[in-house]
């Protein structure tokens, strides 16, 4: 299972604040000024700053389907949930102790875990339904002894489904937390 | 006679190859507009081809613009040009008792004209047929360039003549286009007319992209990117392609939405603890200020128009998903707005203020609600079984949002009465997350 086969090879630069306020000044002091009769085409979009980031480690570990142990639980990287729930099921508890002994006795080992919702609904809100998957499973691993430090999560609600359709077939496949070993 | 009409269908022909040329975007996601469904009886009306200046006017059909307008309103029968046994282009040359017999209540005519410095003049008249009425005007001055646009100005002016509200026919939607098959997707932001032309790509992305958002002046517009993996927002000038990427905090950094003074955002934050909730971020200072601090999931928000002090929400603090109102600097409690059903979310209000349009649960659907927030009654505006993201016309008279049709997600208008739909089909990919630009000034 590929997570991510291209990077942005975008690099964030941490400006001061002074050069946000000039840039963000610029960009609004621009609403009021008269069309011009370019065609609308947008040249290809630059960044030009960074304000708020808390998250600029987003771009650090790259992921295979390989990385990560093998073994018959640890190989299992997706844990499943019912409609509009966020507990673990019974049948995935073994899935989650797996890995959760694995990265206690791996303390380097990073995972990222990825919450996604079935595509029942608003999307927004399902960015929330799948972040409290996600939350739910870093839990229960931290609770098994996993430090904090190892876990980070992130949600795609219904936005990255694994598998198409709308049936009852396809949304199981989706209602899912994967646990991404990161480099 | 005949000839005429040859010409025009081949200046059509040459005016649609231009647009397909000079689009920047590949072939696919290209929309299509069909009436659904329209008033049972819609008003006749004529409108006859404009006279023409050629070359400047490009080969733009103006009076077909104007017809396919004010047709995909649901409110009005064009009539076919090949019954059409006059074809005056002034209204003192309109022969009221003639076009009686032809059973229409209205008839336009118009006339385009070049101007020194390259602009294009459009008059336009409407007659009334019944009254013999004939009200000069809108005229319209403009750039060779956009002439598509002034066509959409006058449909606007003449739906307004006729139906008493002005229309909103030279507006601008954004939407997003998804191509591929899961897992592997690539997720574009487009904007384009309101009738589906003109398209111009915003963004592309192999991670998702979603929760567009305009400016209240139209030049901006905000969206959730996870190009960097995890979601940041970022605030994307229209024209020139200028991007700002305004939040990447900690967690998740969604749902943005520009305050009515285009100064501020509404977006939600989850922080590393995952607990979304609503804040509001002003642009210029990058200052942040918390609106909502409750253990559910707060999201969507929506401002009411006005001061920008209250804000509508999406929020399961009570088990389910339901839309509550706050006033930003007050101490009180969000107020729950919604009580009609399990689930009613992604709340857009009016631009009057008076109505909220929403996603809710009915009988198994989701569909589009709109509810009167004067009374609390709840009109369902849709038939389908997986619908979302509804968004208001600027003049409060339609809505969009996207719909399913025969497996695919399409986007889909309906007036704010229910009674007349139109869907816009994508010839490739998925479209959703139609959102309507402001008034264009």
Redesign the interface.
């Known amino acids: 299972m590929t997570i991510f086969d291209t990077r942005t090879g975008v690099q964030m630069k941490n400006f001061v604040s002074l050069s946000v306020l000039v840039a963000t000044v610029a960009l609004f002091s621009g609403c009021s000024t008269k069309k011009s009769d370019v065609p609308e085409t947008p040249p290809a979009p630059t960044v030009d700053n960074t304000a708020g980031v808390e998250n600029a480690d987003a771009l650090a570990g790259d992921t295979t389907a390989t990385m990560g142990p093998s073994g018959e639980l640890l190989s299992k990287r997706i844990v499943y949930f019912d409609f509009d729930r966020a507990e673990i099921r019974a049948d995935s508890q073994s899935v989650v102790a797996a890995h959760a002994a694995y990265l206690s006795k791996n303390p380097n080992q990073k995972v990222r875990l990825e919450g996604h919702a079935d595509e029942r609904g608003s999307r927004e809100y399902n960015i929330g339904l799948g972040e409290r998957r996600g939350q739910t499973v870093r839990r229960a691993l931290a609770l098994q002894g996993v430090a904090d430090a190892q876990l980070s999560t992130v949600s795609y609600g219904e936005e990255r489904p694994a598998a198409a359709g709308s049936d009852e077939q396809a949304y199981g496949l989706n209602r899912r937390v994967e646990i991404v070993y990161l480099k | 006679m005949k000839e005429r009409m040859k010409q025009i269908v081949i200046r059509v022909m040459a005016a649609c190859l231009l647009t397909s040329l000079?689009g920047?975007a590949p072939a696919f996601a290209q929309l299509r507009l069909t009436i659904t469904s329209g008033v049972t009886d819609p008003i006749p009306i004529a409108i006859v081809p404009f006279s023409r200046a050629v070359p400047a006017d490009g080969g733009l059909d103006v009076a077909q613009v104007i017809q396919r307008d004010l047709e995909s309103s649901g409110r009005f029968k064009g009539m076919d040009r090949k019954d059409m046994v006059f074809t005056p282009t002034t209204a003192v040359e309109v022969d009221a008792a003639g076009w009686k017999q032809q059973r229409v209540d209205y008839v336009v005519v118009g006339r385009v004209s070049a101007q020194p410095g390259g602009q294009l003049r459009i008059d336009a008249e409407l007659v009334n047929v019944l009254t013999g009425q004939r009200v000069a005007g809108p005229f319209f001055i403009g750039?060779s360039?956009?002439l598509r646009n002034t066509a959409h100005r006058i449909a606007d002016a003449l739906f307004e003549k006729i139906i008493g509200v002005r229309g909103a026919f030279a507006t601008r939607i954004a939407y997003v286009s998804v191509d591929g098959?899961?897992?592997?997707?690539t997720?574009e932001l487009f904007?384009a007319d309101s009738d589906g032309e003109?398209r111009?790509?915003?963004?592309s992305?192999?991670?998702?992209i979603?929760?567009p958002a305009w400016?209240p002046?139209g030049?901006?517009l905000a969206y959730v990117s996870?190009?960097?993996?995890?979601?940041?927002v970022f605030?994307?000038?229209?024209?020139?392609?200028?991007?700002?990427?305004?939040?990447?905090?900690?967690?998740?950094n969604?749902?943005p939405t520009f305050s009515p003074d285009?100064?501020k955002l509404a977006l939600?934050l989850?922080g590393?603890?995952?607990n979304?909730d609503i804040y509001l971020?002003t642009?210029?200072?990058?200052e942040?200020k918390r609106l909502t601090e409750d253990p559910g999931?707060d999201?969507?928000a929506s401002f009411a128009p006005g001061d920008g002090n209250t804000i509508y929400f999406?929020s399961?603090r009570s088990g389910s998903?339901q839309v509550y109102r706050l006033t930003t600097g007050s101490t009180e409690r969000p107020k729950r707005v919604t009580f009609q059903g399990g689930?009613n979310?992604?709340p857009r209000v009016s631009p009057d203020g008076k109505q909220l349009a929403i996603?809710t649960?009915v009988n198994g659907s989701?569909r589009i609600g709109i509810q009167d927030l004067a009374n609390g009654t709840v009109q369902i505006l849709s038939k389908g079984v997986?619908e979302?993201?509804p968004s208001f016309a600027p003049n409060g008279a339609m809505l969009i949002f996207a719909g399913?049709e025969r497996?695919h997600s399409v986007l889909q208008t309906v007036s704010s009465d229910g009674l007349t739909s139109a869907r816009l089909d994508a010839d490739a990919g998925e479209v959703r997350?139609p959102v309507w630009g402001p008034f264009l000034p």
Do not use: C
């Open positions: 000079g920047a750039q360039t956009n098959r899961p897992p592997k997707q997720y904007v003109n111009t790509r915003i963004a992305s192999p991670m998702p979603m929760s400016s002046d030049e901006w996870f190009e960097r993996r995890v979601s940041a605030v994307q000038h229209r024209r020139s392609g200028q991007k700002t990427m305004v939040s990447a905090r900690a967690g998740i969604g749902a285009g100064k939600t989850s590393s603890n995952g979304l971020l642009l210029a200072t990058n942040l999931i999201t969507e999406t399961d998903p689930y979310a992604r996603l649960l989701y997986q979302e993201s399913r497996g997350e």
